[in-house]
C-alpha cells in the first residue's frame, strides 16, 4: 500500500479523542455509565477504547512493514527497529507514571503505554516472519493457551487461599502472577491485580494480531468498496463470537482481556474502522471523497500526533490535580467554575471533560496547520 490511509487517521483520532473524555472527567464521583470502565464483567463504551489502539497499532504495523520492505529494508532490521520503537513507548509510560511523585519504590510498572509498547516488541517479529494465516493461528493458540491457565491452574488469591478457575478480582492466575513479578508496583486502586498485568498480554497480542489481518486484507488487490463490506461482516461475525464465547467460557472482561473480550472488541473496531474506510477511502468518486475528509479534518487532526496527545494529556491531567489553589487543586478550582453555571455534578463534570478534549483538539490543528508531526 502506497498511498496513506485517511480513514486510519481518523479511527486514531476518534480513539485518542475518546480516550481523552473518559480520562478526564471534572468529578470522578459524577461520570455518566457509559464514559467510565465495567465494574468487573461486561463492557461498556469505555472498555473499547484501549483495544481499539491495540487494534489500530497492528494495521499500522503491517502497513508500515510492507511500505519498508518494499523499499529495500530487511527483515532482521524491520524487526529490531520495530522492537526498538516499542521499548521507546514503555519507556515513557514509565516516566508518565513516575510524575509527580518520583517515587521508584512505588512506581506502579503497568500502564497502557507500557502494554502497548511490549506488545510491540511482542508482535513486531511474528508480523516480520510470519504469513497471515499463521499470524491468525497465533492468535487462535495465544487465546486458548491463555483460557487453559486461567480456569485451569490453580493458585493462591491474595487472601492466601487456593483456588482454580476463580475470576473475581484478585483470585485469578493473572493477579497471581502480577503479585508473585511486581508485588507493590500495581495499580494503587487494587494494589492485588493490575488491568494492564503481564499474564493478560497474551491475549491482548490477540487482539494486535486482529488489526495485523486487517493490514493484509487492506493491502490486498479488492476493490475498496468489497474491503469495506467485508469489514462489516467481519466486525459483526466478531462481536456475535465474543457473545457467544462469553456466555459459554470466560466472559467479556477488560480487566482480564478475555478472549471473549478480544472478540467483541475486535468486532466492534471492525465496524467503527469500516465506517470510517467506507466514507473518506472507498468512496468511487473523488469529490466524494474529499468532501467526507473536510468533515473528518478534526479527527485526522488528533491522528496524526496521537502518541504526543496521549502524553500531553497525561502529564496535564497531573499537573492540573498538583498546582494548587490555596486549599484546593487547580482543577478543583476549574470544576468549581464550572458547578458555578448551574449545571447538575454529572453535566458540570462532563462539560470539563468535554473543555479538555477540544483544548486538546485546539493543539492537534495548530501542529498539523505547521506540519508538526511527532513520531517515535
Known sequence: ????????????????????????????????????????????????????????????????????????DDRLRLMLTTMKRGLIIIVIGLLLNWIPSFDLEQLRWPGVLQRLGLLTIVVAPLAVYLSWREQALTGLLLLALYTGLMMCVPVPGFDGVVRQGSLLPGEDVASYVDRLLMDGHLWRQSRTWDPEGLLSTLPAVASQIAGLLVGHWLASRRPAVDKAAWLFVAGLAAVWAGEVLGAWSMPINKALWTPSYVLLTAGFACLVFGVCYWLLDAQPSAAARAAYTRWAAPLLAYGMNALFLFVLSG??????????????????????????????????SLLYAIGFVLLFQGIAMFMKRKQWFIKV
Do not use: C
Open 1 to 72: 500500500m502506497s498511498a496513506r490511509l485517511s480513514s486510519l487517521d481518523a479511527f486514531r483520532g476518534f480513539t485518542i479523542a475518546a480516550m481523552l473524555l473518559v480520562n478526564n472527567p471534572g468529578d470522578w464521583g459524577h461520570v455518566y455509565g457509559p464514559l467510565l470502565h465495567s465494574k468487573w464483567h461486561g463492557w461498556t463504551f469505555t472498555d473499547w477504547i484501549f483495544p481499539f489502539f491495540v487494534f489500530i497499532s497492528g494495521i499500522s504495523m503491517t502497513i508500515s512493514l510492507s511500505r519498508r520492505a518494499a523499499g529495500g
Open 315 to 348: 502529564l496535564l491531567a497531573k499537573l492540573l490535580y498538583t498546582l494548587k489553589l490555596g486549599e484546593q487543586s487547580l482543577l478543583a478550582w476549574i470544576v468549581g467554575g464550572v458547578k458555578a453555571l448551574g449545571l447538575s455534578p454529572v453535566n458540570s
